[in-house]
């Protein structure tokens, strides 16, 4: 395919945002061993550029909002350092039985460092 088809940035965002919180010491299955699941509650994304398969696509993920029951991370993509796509996903916290999660109190270190990288974005 000569042009990357629109719905494969969202998994480049999913890949991204896993590989993100990997490295802020907060994976996914360290969220759930605590009751914490993030669901996608909304995603946009502008397309700047089209690429193509070959393409070698750098995402840099950074925390735009934070409260506490809700994340919305931002995603810049550049092909060569060129701006292809920028794109935002916003996630909820949830228990094991789909009720809101206040994360700023079950989950205070985790809140604090979503707040320091929101500071630092």
Known sequence: MKITNHTNY?????????????????????LEEAG?????VAVSCKYKKTTSYPDLIKIITSVSKVSR???TLSYTMTVAE?????????HCFLDDNGKIVDIKTKMPKFY??????????
């Open 10 to 30: 969202i998994r480049f965002m999913e890949e991204a945002r896993s590989d993100y919180l990997e490295q802020i010491n907060w994976p996914y299955d360290k």
């Open 36 to 40: 914490v699941i993030s669901p996608v």
């Open 69 to 71: 029951a809700k994340l």
């Open 82 to 90: 060129e701006l292809v796509c920028t794109a935002e996903s916003s």
């Open 112 to 121: 604090q460092t979503l707040q320091q990288l929101k500071k630092e974005a």
